[in-house]
Nanobody
Framework: QVQLVESGGGLVQPGGSLRLSCAAS????????MGWYRQAPGKERLLVAT???????EYTDSVKGRFTISRDNAKNTVYLQMNSLKPEDTAVYYC????????WGQGTQVTVSS
């Protein structure tokens, strides 16, 4: 079955960096568009970034120039490099793929605070 396992979250000071990883299994990873979403406390889950099978990327405006999504098809893994982190980036970050329906990982907590 489809499994998405995120890692790499944690506590970081404003201006710091983190790299999130999402290891996928049970799918033909190389042909799938992958995405990262985030959900802050009391708010809806929102799209952060996506990467197509061909490597084309899209970002929500609030992270453009700070976050970079990438993929390693040999490792069935998608990454989210987050730089210049701000307190408003604090959220649970989820990996996503849609294959007929939505699949989500368990989420990884990112907290940006001094």
């Amino acid at each position: 079955q489809v499994q998405l396992v995120e890692s790499g979250g944690g506590l970081v000071q404003p201006g710091g960096s983190l790299r999130l990883s999402c290891a996928a299994s049970g799918i033909m990873f190389s042909i799938r568009r992958m995405g990262w979403y985030r959900q802050a406390p009391g708010k809806e889950r929102l799209l952060v970034a996506t990467i197509s099978s061909g490597g084309a990327t899209e970002y929500t405006d609030s992270v453009k120039g700070r976050f970079t999504i990438s993929r390693d098809n040999a490792k069935n893994t998608v990454y989210l490099q987050m730089n210049s982190l701000k307190p408003e980036d604090t959220a649970v970050y989820y990996c996503h793929v849609n294959i007929i329906r939505d699949y989500w990982g368990q989420g990884t907590q990112v907290t940006v605070s001094s």
